[in-house]
């Protein structure tokens, strides 16, 4: 129901059951206290403002059965510092987390094995990223143009990197390239213009 915990500025935890497929517009508005949320994977929706200012969330892990997250849905989550969403199958807007100011941390679900180019920017403020042991592959322009990535954790299971994958990440400052690595493409790391440090391990070929 929409608003149905609304100004609920004591509620601090709450069980959604499995019965449940969609959040609705301004459900847990401004419910400051809230500190944990577990969307089960019945959840395909989470409409406009669903989250709004619940300022005491810190992580909230998005299944992969969540398709669409709506405009606002967790603006001025002021204390959300890291996400877990598989940012290919779930849509979301521009603005779906509005200032939130701590929101530096990504982690990539599982369901993800192939990285494919996303503008990060326009929607988040990532700092770090954390990719699953799923992937293989990461692609073209994959996180070009990511100005606030400083650190990416690259999986073992990694054994390409394509051309241009972090092009003009200003900001990246090392890169541990794990012993999977067979091959790095042309003008991967272009204009990283903050690296300090890179290990390339004996196994890339080419």
Do not use: M, W
């Amino acid at each position: 129901q929409r608003g149905l915990f609304e100004n609920s500025t004591s509620l601090e935890e709450i069980t959604i059951p499995d019965t449940i497929t969609k959040i609705g517009g301004g459900t847990f508005y401004a419910c400051s206290k809230l500190k944990e949320i577990n969307i089960p994977t019945t959840v395909t929706i989470i409409e406009n403002g669903s989250f709004y200012g619940c300022s005491s969330l810190t992580e909230i892990v998005f299944p992969p059965t969540v398709k669409y997250i709506g405009s606002q849905a967790f603006c001025n989550c002021s204390g959300l510092k890291r996400i877990t969403i598989d940012i290919y199958q779930t849509k979301f807007e521009r603005n779906t987390f509005e200032n939130c100011s701590e929101l530096h941390h990504l982690i990539l679900a599982d369901t993800i094995s192939n990285i494919e180019e996303f503008n990060y920017d326009e929607y988040f403020n990532i700092e770090q990223i954390t990719i699953p042991e799923t992937v293989s592959n990461i692609g073209k322009y994959s996180f070009s143009h990511c100005k606030s990535l400083v650190n990416i954790n690259l999986p073992i299971s990694l054994t390409s990197i394509e051309e241009n994958a972090f092009k003009e990440c200003y900001s990246l400052n090392d890169i541990v390239i794990p012993r999977s690595i067979t091959s790095i493409k042309e003008s991967c790391f272009n204009k990283c213009a903050s690296f300090t440090n890179i290990i390339i391990p004996t196994s890339v070929t080419s």
